[in-house]
């Protein structure tokens, strides 16, 4: 059985950071992509960010150059360094999985969520 486990939210003031972790266990492949979605109230769920085993990285436009996703492949773990946050950033995260794919569409297995609440 996969899980995923999220850790790393909570509740920032406009133009601080937070560090998302999301491990993963069970029987996952080398090849595999990882990331986050995200739901703000009224609104849909969107691709935040994501990564592929070697590496390369997909932004959603409104976080990039402030987002800053990264992996290490021998604890399947991916992390989301987020800096100059701002208040439309606030939502619930979750993490995602997507096996034997270089892309995060339709993930295979989700976490159970993170909520980040920018104010001040």
């Known amino acids: 059985q996969v899980q995923l486990v999220e850790s790393g939210g909570g509740l920032v003031q406009p133009g601080g950071s937070l560090r998302l972790s999301c491990a993963a266990s069970?029987?996952?492949?080398?090849?595999?992509?990882m990331g986050w979605y995200r739901q703000a109230p009224g609104k849909q769920r969107e691709l935040v960010a994501s990564?592929?085993?070697?590496?390369?990285?997909n932004y959603q436009d409104s976080v990039k150059g402030r987002f800053t996703i990264s992996r290490d492949n021998a604890k399947n773990t991916v992390y989301l360094q987020m800096n100059s946050l701002k208040p439309d950033d606030t939502a619930v995260y979750y993490c995602a999985l997507k096996l034997w794919r270089m892309n995060l569409t339709s993930p295979d297995y989700w976490g159970q969520g993170t909520q980040v609440t920018v104010s001040s």
């Open positions: 069970g029987s996952i492949p080398s090849i595999n992509a």
């Open positions: 990564i592929i085993t070697g590496g390369r990285a």
